[in-house]
Structures are given as structure tokens and as C-alpha cells.
């Protein structure tokens, strides 16, 4: 469990950790791979959401993903970038969470995800909690915590 003292001091921050959806670059279900690739290529990111026409998130999109989709035995095919669908090769396996989320399974999840999505409970996204926002508010923990509480050391339990 979470202290709660570092608990309350993470949560002071955390309307910050969320990057709202309208913030966060995505494909959506039907789009073709060409595109994917153009968005991934312009922004910069390596994986980015897939939402489908209600803004429900269905899926996570990758450089990796495309380029194997398009790969063959001897050769890289480019021509099948424009016929196969986002929907046919993105991984269904992410991490997602509804809001309102919990903070600590957040922490949980980030240390093998480079970002969680959050969804509400329709399933209609709200956006990403990411590696960076969450490691600015630990960081702040780590540099303010003994401004703001006196903290000793317990004395050691003798065995
Ligand atoms: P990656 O694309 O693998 O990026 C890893 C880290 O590299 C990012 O960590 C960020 O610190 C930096 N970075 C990469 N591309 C950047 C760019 N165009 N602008 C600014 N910084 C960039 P985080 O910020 O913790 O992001 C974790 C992951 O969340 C990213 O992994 C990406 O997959 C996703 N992501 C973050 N912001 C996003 C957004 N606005 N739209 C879509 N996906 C986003």
C-alpha cells in the first residue's frame, strides 16, 4: 500500500497526470496502415491508441506491428501498406483503466507500460496516464517531502 502521507502528496497532483483525449494521438479501427504510418512518422510516438467511430478504446498501434504486418519471407512489401486495416494488426492486449482510477494500480501498471489508457465505464476513452507525468510528480515527492514533514528513522526491532 501506499504511505499515505507520499499518497496525499502524489494526489495533489493529479489532475495533472491525465493527457485529456482530445491531447493524445490516435488512429481510429478502419483507418489503413499508410496512415498509421504517416501519424506515427509526424508525431513521434511509438505506440499510440485505436479508437473505434464512438471514441471507445479497442486497441493500441505500433511502428513494429506495421512494419511485420508488411514483411514477408525475402521482402518488405510497402504496396499492402494501403490494403490492410489498423484493425487487423493492432494488439488487443493494453493496459486500460476506467475513471475514476486508482492511483496505486496506475504505479502498478506503469512499470511495464510506457502508458496506461483510461477509459470511463462505457468503455468511451478519457485519455492516457504516462510514464513522464507520473515520474514529474514522484520527482517533485522525492525534492519537497522533508520541507514539508519532520521524518525519523524507527528505531530498529531487535531479534
Ligand atoms: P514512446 O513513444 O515510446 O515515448 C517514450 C518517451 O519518449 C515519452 O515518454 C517521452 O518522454 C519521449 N517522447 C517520445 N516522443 C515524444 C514526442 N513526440 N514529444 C515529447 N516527448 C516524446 P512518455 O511521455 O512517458 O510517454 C509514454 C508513451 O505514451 C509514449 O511512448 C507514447 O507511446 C505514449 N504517448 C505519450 N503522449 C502521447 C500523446 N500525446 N499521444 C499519443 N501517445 C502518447
Same mark, same amino acid.
Given at each position: 500500500?501506499?504511505?499515505?502521507?507520499?499518497?496525499?502528496?502524489?494526489?495533489?497532483?493529479?489532475?495533472?497526470?491525465?493527457?485529456?483525449?482530445?491531447?493524445?494521438?490516435?488512429?481510429?479501427?478502419?483507418?489503413?496502415?499508410?496512415?498509421?504510418?504517416?501519424?506515427?512518422?509526424?508525431?513521434?510516438? @511509438?505506440?499510440?491508441?485505436?479508437?473505434?467511430?464512438?471514441?471507445?478504446?479497442?486497441?493500441? &498501434?505500433?511502428?513494429?506491428?506495421?512494419?511485420?504486418?508488411?514483411?514477408?519471407?525475402?521482402?518488405?512489401?510497402?504496396?499492402?501498406?494501403?490494403? &490492410?486495416?489498423? @484493425?487487423?494488426?493492432?494488439?488487443?492486449?493494453?493496459?486500460?483503466?476506467?475513471?475514476? %482510477?486508482?492511483?496505486?494500480?496506475?504505479?502498478?501498471?506503469?512499470?511495464?507500460?510506457?502508458?496506461?489508457?483510461?477509459? @470511463?465505464?462505457?468503455? @468511451?476513452?478519457?485519455?492516457?496516464?504516462?510514464?513522464?507525468? &507520473?515520474?514529474?510528480?514522484?520527482?517533485? &515527492?522525492?525534492?519537497?517531502?522533508?520541507?514539508? %514533514?519532520?521524518v525519523t528513522r524507527?528505531?530498529?526491532?531487535?531479534?
Amino acid at each position: 500500500m501506499i504511505g499515505k502521507e507520499i499518497g496525499e502528496m502524489l494526489l495533489e497532483n493529479k489532475e495533472h497526470f491525465l493527457i485529456p483525449a482530445d491531447r493524445v494521438a490516435h488512429v481510429q479501427l478502419n483507418n489503413r496502415l499508410n496512415h498509421a504510418l504517416l501519424v506515427l512518422t509526424k508525431i513521434g510516438y @511509438s505506440v499510440i491508441p485505436v479508437l473505434d467511430y464512438d471514441y471507445k478504446i479497442r486497441g493500441l &498501434i505500433s511502428m513494429p506491428l506495421i512494419i511485420e504486418a508488411i514483411t514477408g519471407l525475402e521482402d518488405i512489401d510497402f504496396d499492402k501498406l494501403g490494403d &490492410i486495416l489498423v @484493425s487487423d494488426v493492432m494488439t488487443t492486449d493494453f493496459a486500460v483503466i476506467n475513471d475514476p %482510477y486508482d492511483l496505486e494500480e496506475v504505479l502498478h501498471l506503469l512499470v511495464n507500460n510506457a502508458f496506461i489508457c483510461v477509459a @470511463s465505464e462505457d468503455g @468511451s476513452f478519457t485519455g492516457i496516464i504516462t510514464r513522464s507525468e &507520473i515520474l514529474k510528480g514522484t520527482n517533485r &515527492i522525492a525534492h519537497e517531502f522533508e520541507n514539508k %514533514y519532520d521524518v525519523t528513522r524507527k528505531t530498529e526491532r531487535l531479534h
